[in-house]
């Protein structure tokens, strides 16, 4: 167990609607990070926080945004959902400011239908 | 564009049989990682490296950095069932960590 949680396991939803993933990193981590994985494109990094503000960006869709609360967990909300944005989306923390020590979640897989 | 190119794809092979899997990158990272991913789960750090020509030993696995700090591998000896997973190696440089497909390994009884 890593000490991250993700919620939910799993999301199915249809095309056009939105879904917030939620994050909780490890107790003591400041840093959040969001990966989006498929099978063609392999684990990539979307955003990362730090103790609540934005430090960094990757391949992020501007249909896509997340947030870390004060509590410093973190939301990823994915909206006009499309068929391609199934996936698995792994959330990681880590104590220090965009760290490559990262601790990942379990998962949350998304299936647009 | 960075990116990190794993080889092989997929390895499957008899237990007790010695392997290696690459990371290749024609950028320079100030580190790299090597994870390891099992079904249903997240990745799980295995092992850092970050000077050119390091090696590191975690048990049966070998990580070896190239001098030029663009490459790397992981060498297993005596391959064990439970070394079956999807082995990442990710790049860090400034603000950016990049990830390679990975390669899917499989460990026959």
């Known amino acids: 167990d890593s000490g991250v949680t993700q919620t939910p396991k799993h999301l199915i939803t249809a095309t056009g609607q939105r879904v917030t993933l939620r994050c909780s990193p490890r107790s003591g981590d400041l840093s959040v990070y969001w990966y989006q994985q498929s099978l063609d494109q392999g684990l990539q990094f979307l955003i990362q926080y730090y103790n609540g503000e934005e430090r960094a960006k990757g391949n992020i869709l501007e249909r896509f945004s997340a947030q870390q609360f004060p509590d410093l967990h973190s939301e990823l909300n994915l909206s006009s959902l499309e068929l391609g944005d199934s996936a698995l989306y792994f959330c990681?923390?880590?104590?220090?400011?965009?760290?490559?020590?990262?601790?990942f979640g379990a998962g949350t897989r998304l299936s647009v239908l | 564009t960075q990116l990190l190119e794993q080889s092989p794809q997929f390895l499957s092979i008899q237990e007790g049989e010695n392997l290696t899997v690459y990371c290749n990158s024609s950028?320079?990272?100030?580190?790299l990682q090597w994870y390891r991913q099992e079904p249903g789960e997240g990745p799980v750090l295995l092992v850092t490296v970050v000077t050119g020509g390091e090696v590191k030993k975690l048990k049966r696995l070998t990580f070896q950095f190239g001098d030029a700090r663009k490459d790397s591998s992981l060498h297993i000896t005596a391959a064990q069932p439970g070394d079956t997973g999807l082995y990442l190696c990710a790049g860090a440089s400034d603000d950016k960590i990049i990830f390679g497909k990975g390669t899917r390994l499989h460990i026959l009884p």
């Open positions: 990681a923390s880590s104590v220090r400011d965009f760290s490559y020590i990262q601790y």
């Open positions: 950028s320079v990272f100030s580190s």
